[in-house]
């Protein structure tokens, strides 16, 4: 089981958010203190802001922010938000045709538990419980 890139970076970048509560953050910073992609960021920035997770502020002197206190927002939700809705495996598609054994496969409903572990666990987790040690998180993120 692998989480994809794009909820890798909306962790991270709720995560900088959370320690810079008390200012705005640019997709730039945030680039350069993990040493990612700014384009990748900009996508994953959209979809946060889109789902209502952080605010944008354009403009000069603009930046976004975290729209919810980091108590508040919880991993599960911020996952599956990120990892959409696709179907885990192809025999979920609806498809009929998408695998011959599926009539008899036992893997689809092991796979859909792993999945409902999975976000059942992260349901448990805030994005507080990412920052709980902020000075060591900081100084990793020094910024260049």
Not at 35 to 54: P, W, Y
Not at 61 to 78: F, M, N, T, Y
Request: a neutral charge; aromatic letters at 4%; proline letters at 3%.
């Amino acid at each position: 089981m692998r989480l994809t890139a794009f909820s890798d970076y909306t962790l991270r970048v709720l995560m900088f958010l959370a320690l810079n509560r008390d200012r705005l953050a640019t997709i730039p910073e945030i680039a350069t203190a993990y040493d990612i992609s700014e384009n990748h960021l900009m996508k994953v920035v959209h979809q946060l802001a889109r789902t209502g997770a952080i605010e944008s502020v354009r403009g000069k002197g603009g930046g976004i922010r975290l729209a919810h206190k980091p108590e508040d927002i919880q991993l599960g939700q911020v996952v599956r938000a990120s990892e959409g809705s696709a179907p885990i495996v192809e025999c979920l598609t609806g498809d009929a045709g998408a695998c011959r054994i599926a009539p008899a496969c036992q893997l689809t409903a092991i796979l859909v538990s792993a999945f409902e572990a999975l976000f059942a666990t992260l349901d448990e987790y805030t994005l507080a419980d990412l920052v709980r040690a902020p000075r060591n998180l900081e100084a990793l993120l020094v910024r260049r």
